[in-house]
Nanobody, 124 residues
Framework: QVQLVESGGGLVQAGGSLRLSCAAS????????MGWFRQGPGKEREFVAA????????YYLDSVKDRFTISRDNPKNTVYLQMNSLKPEDTAVYYC?????????????????WGQGTQVTVSS
């Protein structure tokens, strides 16, 4: 069993930056594919970014591709989402997720473990 705990959310003005962290329990973190998803008010859960276990595959939602960066620190069992040039439409609860098979998937159904989410609010 893996537990994921996100942190780093908050209120920021448009154009600002935040760095989300997701700390994982367990010994197999380096084998997991990791993803970030978000769910805005009244919206469906949306893929944001994902990185495979090796880091060889990284994918982004088109609208965040030049602004967000996913990265992982395996010794610290942590994955990050650096978010720059934030926009009001980025407002959402952000979730990290882990895939036991190690892939970087855009499909939330491929993930086995989820965090509780962290709120990101971008004011205009």
């Amino acid at each position: 069993q893996v537990q994921l705990v996100e942190s780093g959310g908050g209120l920021v003005q448009a154009g600002g930056s935040l760095r989300l962290s997701c700390a994982a329990s367990g010994r197999s973190f380096s084998n997991y594919g990791m993803g970030w998803f978000r769910q805005g008010p009244g919206k469906e859960r949306e893929f944001v970014a994902a990185e495979s276990w090796s880091g060889a595959s990284i994918y982004y939602l088109d609208s965040v591709k030049d602004r967000f960066t996913i990265s992982r620190d395996n010794p610290k069992n942590t994955v990050y989402l650096q978010m720059n040039s934030l926009k009001p439409e980025d407002t959402a609860v952000y979730y990290c997720a882990a895939d036991r098979l190690g892939y970087a998937s855009r499909d939330w159904k491929d993930y086995d473990y989820w965090g509780q989410g962290t709120q990101v609010t971008v004011s205009s």
